[in-house]
T-cell receptor, first 113, second 112 residues
Framework: SAVISQKPSRDICQRGTSLTIQCQVD?????MFWYRQQPGQSLTLIAT?????????ESGFVIDKFPISRPNLTFSTLTVSNMSPEDSSIYLC??????????FGPGTRLTVT | GENVEQHPSTLSVQEGDSAVIKCTYS??????FPWYKQELGKRPQLIID?????GEKKDQRIAVTLNKTAKHFSLHITETQPEDSAVYFC???????????FGTGTRLKVLA
């Protein structure tokens, strides 16, 4: 499986500010995804990061709040904009290396005060 | 919308006993069903998966079964050990999109 890193690993941010999370893979991958995991909860897909085009967002998530970039096949960013305490969560990227299998990055733990 | 239900939400077993976690899915076009293990503070780890053309898959102490007609799939862990304690998530791939819908998770505790 691929080696996936995320930066930052954690952050504490003031409400109203924005944070950009980076996801780096050590090899080219077909698909990259961004998930949110609220404390004690399951994983919810935010969007599919498409290389060279706009991300595909799931119901309940919008581009203005969660802009995503994917400039190449090994890197993606997720920005959490105009943060509120409800955005406190773990944000994880995942990559698809084969037909279906997905592997997760270590996650970014965000606390909004 | 598409949905994956997972039961039970918590499960306690004695070390050496077996554990079974069950999931049902709603999308009849789902083709792929992975299981993830998430230890506290760690990322979800893929532990086993099954594709729709297979009824059962085994890997040492873990196995997964799939009943496509009933839209059920299950994770079986035999000879449980304390290090099996974690939260387990099932997922179903959504209609050939490569996107996953996750179950709500099962917290497994293996008592020594």
């Amino acid at each position: 499986s691929a080696v996936i890193s995320q930066k930052p690993s954690r952050d504490i941010c003031q409400r109203g500010t924005s944070l950009t999370i980076q996801c780096q893979v050590d090899s080219q991958v077909t698909m990259m995804f961004w998930y949110r995991q609220q404390p004690g909860q399951s994983l919810t897909l935010i969007a599919t990061a498409n290389q060279g085009s706009e991300a595909t967002y799931e119901s309940g998530f919008v581009i203005d709040k969660f802009p995503i970039s994917r400039p190449n096949l090994t890197f993606s960013t997720l920005t959490v904009s105009n943060m509120s305490p409800e955005d406190s969560s773990i944000y994880l990227c995942s990559v698809a290396t084969g037909v279906y299998e997905q592997y997760f990055g270590p996650g970014t733990r965000l606390t909004v005060t | 919308g598409e949905n994956v239900e997972q039961h039970p939400s918590t499960l306690s077993v004695q070390e050496g006993d077996s554990a079974v976690i069950k999931c049902t899915y709603s999308d009849s076009a789902s083709n792929y069903f992975p299981w993830y293990k998430q230890e506290l503070g760690k990322r979800p780890q893929l532990i086993i998966d099954i594709r729709s053309n297979v009824g059962e898959k085994k890997d040492q102490r873990i196995a997964v079964t799939l009943n496509k007609t009933a839209k059920h799939f299950s994770l079986h862990i035999t000879e449980t050990q304390p290090e099996d304690s974690a939260v387990y998530f099932c997922a179903a791939e959504f209609s050939g999109t490569y996107k996953y819908i996750f179950g709500t998770g099962t917290r497994l505790k293996v008592l020594a």
